[in-house]
Every structure is written in structure tokens, then in C-alpha cells.
């Protein structure tokens, strides 16, 4: 009985000293948790606060932050949560949204189905006259230019979602709906990514979007960008690279966005959450006697993975992404600095570049571009 109480207070002692020890010598393998959080603010130590009670909360908060075992008690209880009760926990910022079979959506994409943005008829006819401009301009200089619209997951994959989750029918009238006459009556080049999604998903061999992903899958961005170079290479007459999707190949972690919401869950079990992956086996057929194109993308996030598969199989000489047309991301490097669209050499970086790529997701409607459309087309009017 006395060592059975020796070793039981041990253990306790043990307990109440592993995070100092972890702290100094790391018992477990040192990890980090998914995500932005706010680091709390250092304690404000006056009267008024001690007093009151901020300066205990505060330090309590700091001192929970900097606990070396605390992203391992997180993982610990999000892993219990969900294997015991099925929830997945809640969060600041991006919202996980959990459903059917497991597969998850961001809540924004959601809510902006549900509730559209309205917008005016006359904020619409100005998007579609700039970017009817735009490609004008670029044209007379040789360079091609496309509207890339993308579909959000909860459009192509609305069967997965929770229960109740959908309060507007899909197809029902929105931003989407408005946007797409309107670019076919100014004849505006885009490529309609929502259609060919609905034609691919029911003989596809691969998900479109994947289950723990809120971007579009590498084997589907493939797809994807073959339609880019052959509609590119249409508008110009020059040849681009083929880019084909030749095989598919099974296993494997999930790569970067392919698991950007399951990475947000901070679980142990992640591989065996996000499933079985599928890698796309890519082949870049070059152009014989021509140089690869350098390319300037600009858009939200969906572009990023165009641009890291494009750069995964050296598809391009350079690519630039001007990201929310107000941080640019070099490749190959993926190097990114801040812009001032005021002083961006527009005119310099568009006769720069083979074509110019304009990636929406249907989320952001009307707003192609982010402000660089009417500025790009009076650089290249300007002498």
C-alpha cells in the first residue's frame, strides 16, 4: 500500500513538472499548431489592473500560450472531441464547417451562398467594360488574357454538406447567374471552370475538390490549366505549353491546400481524416522552338494552386501572381513582397509577359481583378 502511495504521488509530481521539463529537455517531439492566433498581450502590471483582476486573467492567458505541452493538450482534447462526441472544435477566424462522411467547408463560402452580396447592374456593366478593354489592349500587343471563374466547393459538392446547411437552392439566381450573360454578351474571353466541373464531376475519377480542402484539387487545377493554354493559345496564335493529366497516383499525405481545413482541426489522426490522396501524374508537352511563356496571374487564393503546379513541372520561364492585386508572389521561389498599387510599373510588367490571368472564385463576384483592370488598360493607352 505505501509504494503503491509512493508511486502515485511520483507520477502526480512527475505531471505537475513535465511541462517545466518538457520546457528544458523535450520528452515529447516539439509540434506546432495550424493557424493564426493572436499572441496575448504581456501583462500590464499597475494597481488598477491587479486590483480589478486583468492583470491575473492576463497573465493567465499568456502563461496558457507559452505552456510548452500545450499545442499536444490541444491536439489531445480536438482528438477526444471529435472521436467521442463528433465535433470538430470551434475557432477564431476561418470557420470549419463539418459534414456528411467527412468532408469539410469553409463557413464563409457558405454564408456567401446563402446570403449573396448585391451588387448594381451599373457596378457590373463597368467590370465587364474594363475587362472587355483590358483584353483589347493586351491583344493589339500580342499578349492573351482570360477570366478564369472558379467555382466554390459548396456549388459542386452540395451533397456533403450538414443538414439544413443550404437556406438558397443551388442554381437559384446570384451573382454568378448575372455575371457570366453578361461577359458572353460583350464577348469577353473567360473560362467558365463552374460548367466544366459539373460536366467532369459525374465520370471523374477524382475529387474535384478534395474532402478536407476548400481549394480545387491538383488533378483538377491540371485539367484546369490545360483549358488555359489552349484558350490562350487560340486568342494569340502562339503555341503554349499542353499541359495533360496522363495518370493518377494513390497514397501519400495530402499536399499544402489539399488539406488546408484539416490541418485547421489541429487532430493526431490527420492523415487518416483527410483519407486516401490522390497525386495527379502530369505531362508539359513544350512547344518545339519556343521559349516558355511568362505569365502574370491576378486573383484570390484559388490562383495559388495553378501557380505551384505550373512551377512543380517547370511549365512556365516565370510567373508572377499579384495576389488580391495587393501582394505579388514570385515563381520559381514563390517570393512574395508587398505592392502599392499606385506605384506598380503596370505598363512595364504587362508587355513583359506572354498572357495575363484573371482567377475569380465565384465567392468575390463581380469584383475580377481587385481594381487592376481599369488601371492596366489606360498603362497600355498611355504613350
Known amino acids: 500500500?505505501?509504494?503503491?502511495?509512493?508511486?502515485?504521488?511520483?507520477?502526480?509530481?512527475?505531471?505537475?513538472?513535465?511541462?517545466?521539463?518538457?520546457?528544458?529537455?523535450?520528452?515529447?517531439?516539439?509540434?506546432?499548431?495550424?493557424?493564426?492566433?493572436?499572441?496575448?498581450?504581456?501583462p500590464?502590471?499597475?494597481?488598477?489592473?491587479?486590483f480589478n483582476g486583468s492583470y491575473a486573467e492576463q497573465y493567465e492567458k499568456r502563461y496558457a500560450a507559452r505552456l510548452s505541452l500545450r499545442?499536444?493538450?490541444?491536439?489531445?482534447?480536438?482528438?477526444?472531441?471529435?472521436?467521442?462526441f463528433g465535433q470538430i472544435p470551434a475557432r477564431h477566424g476561418t470557420r470549419v464547417v463539418l459534414g456528411r462522411s467527412g468532408w469539410l467547408y469553409e463557413g464563409a463560402y457558405i454564408d456567401q451562398h446563402n446570403r449573396p452580396k448585391p451588387f448594381s447592374g451599373e457596378k457590373l456593366n463597368r467590370r465587364v467594360a474594363e475587362a472587355r478593354s483590358l483584353q483589347d489592349r493586351l491583344l493589339e500587343h500580342g499578349i492573351g488574357c482570360l477570366i478564369v471563374l472558379v467555382p466554390s466547393k459548396v456549388t459542386i459538392y452540395p451533397e456533403f454538406l450538414p443538414a439544413g446547411a443550404l437556406t438558397r437552392p443551388i442554381g437559384e439566381p446570384g451573382a454568378y447567374e448575372?455575371?457570366?450573360?453578361?461577359?458572353?454578351?460583350?464577348?469577353?474571353?473567360?473560362?467558365?471552370?463552374?460548367?466544366?466541373?459539373?460536366?467532369?464531376?459525374e465520370d471523374s475519377e477524382f475529387p474535384l475538390f478534395p474532402r478536407t480542402g476548400t481549394h480545387w484539387s491538383y488533378?483538377?487545377?491540371?485539367?484546369?490549366?490545360?483549358?488555359?493554354?489552349?484558350e490562350l493559345g487560340e486568342q494569340t496564335g502562339k503555341a503554349f505549353p499542353e499541359v495533360v493529366l496522363t495518370g493518377l497516383e494513390r497514397g501519400g499525405d495530402p499536399y499544402r491546400e489539399e488539406n488546408d481545413l484539416g490541418d485547421l482541426l489541429n487532430l493526431?489522426?490527420?492523415?487518416?481524416?483527410?483519407?486516401?490522396?490522390?497525386?495527379?501524374?502530369?505531362?508539359?508537352?513544350?512547344?518545339?522552338?519556343?521559349?516558355?511563356?511568362?505569365?502574370?496571374?491576378?486573383g484570390d487564393s484559388f490562383a495559388h494552386t495553378l501557380n505551384r503546379l505550373l512551377d512543380r513541372h517547370h511549365a512556365v520561364a516565370r510567373q508572377d501572381l499579384l495576389y488580391y492585386y495587393q501582394r505579388r508572389f514570385s515563381y520559381p521561389g514563390e517570393k512574395q513582397e508587398p505592392i502599392d498599387p499606385n506605384t506598380f510599373p503596370l505598363r512595364q510588367?504587362?508587355?513583359?509577359?506572354?498572357?495575363?490571368?484573371?482567377?475569380?472564385?465565384?465567392?468575390?463576384?463581380?469584383?475580377?481583378?481587385?481594381?487592376?483592370?481599369a488601371p492596366a488598360a489606360h498603362a497600355l493607352e498611355a504613350p
Open 349 to 373: 510588367e504587362l508587355l513583359a509577359c506572354d498572357a495575363v490571368i484573371l482567377v475569380i472564385n465565384e465567392h468575390w463576384l463581380p469584383d475580377i481583378g481587385f481594381g487592376f483592370l
Open 219 to 230: 488533378a483538377a487545377a491540371t485539367r484546369v490549366a490545360g483549358e488555359i493554354f489552349r
Open 178 to 201: 448575372r455575371v457570366v450573360p453578361a461577359l458572353e454578351a460583350a464577348k469577353v474571353r473567360f473560362l467558365d471552370v463552374r460548367k466544366l466541373f459539373l460536366q467532369w464531376k
Open 268 to 298: 493526431w489522426s490527420w492523415r487518416r481524416f483527410a483519407g486516401p490522396q490522390i497525386q495527379p501524374i502530369i505531362s508539359v508537352r513544350q512547344p518545339s522552338g519556343r521559349p516558355l511563356p511568362r505569365l502574370l496571374f491576378v
Open 44 to 50: 500590464e502590471a499597475t494597481w488598477s489592473a491587479w
Open 1 to 42: 500500500m505505501k509504494r503503491t502511495w509512493v508511486i502515485t504521488n511520483a507520477l502526480f509530481g512527475l505531471w505537475l513538472f513535465l511541462p517545466l521539463i518538457q520546457r528544458v529537455v523535450p520528452v515529447f517531439p516539439r509540434i506546432v499548431l495550424t493557424g493564426v492566433e493572436k499572441a496575448p498581450k504581456k
Open 71 to 84: 499545442p499536444h493538450l490541444v491536439r489531445t482534447d480536438n482528438e477526444l472531441s471529435y472521436r467521442v
